[in-house]
Nanobody, 126 residues
Framework: QVDLVESGGGLVQAGASRRLSCVAS????????VAWFRQAPGKARELVAT????????TYGDFVQGRFTISRDNDQNTLDLQMNGLKPEDTAVYYC???????????????????WGQGTQVTVSS
């Protein structure tokens, strides 16, 4: 069992930056890849960014366009998402997720993830 707790959400103005953090606890040695997903009202949950837990491989959703950076600290069992140049369309609940399927890279589908945090709301005003 892996528990994930996100923090850092809030209300920001368009163009601002925000850093989300996620702390993993429990059987963290079973984790192979982690990610941030987001879900806006009435829309499907989509991948924001994913990174391998054991090497630097990472990828981002097409909409990111260089604005966000995903990082992790294995010693602290933390996963961060630095978001710059926020837009109103970035408004969503952001979820931290972890997967335990053995791999040297990552998976991009939400169904590939085994553990989820409770989510943190990010609202970007225009």
């Amino acid at each position: 069992q892996v528990d994930l707790v996100e923090s850092g959400g809030g209300l920001v103005q368009a163009g601002a930056s925000r850093r989300l953090s996620c702390v993993a606890s429990g059987h963290t040695n079973s984790i192979y890849y982690v990610a941030w997903f987001r879900q806006a009202p009435g829309k499907a949950r989509e991948l924001v960014a994913t990174i391998s837990w054991i090497n630097p491989h990472r990828t981002y959703g097409d909409f990111v366009q260089g604005r966000f950076t995903i990082s992790r600290d294995n010693d602290q069992n933390t996963l961060d998402l630095q978001m710059n140049g926020l837009k109103p369309e970035d408004t969503a609940v952001y979820y931290c997720a972890a997967g335990v399927r053995p791999t040297t890279t990552y998976y991009s589908g939400k169904d590939d993830y085994d553990y989820w945090g409770q989510g943190t709301q990010v609202t970007v005003s225009s």
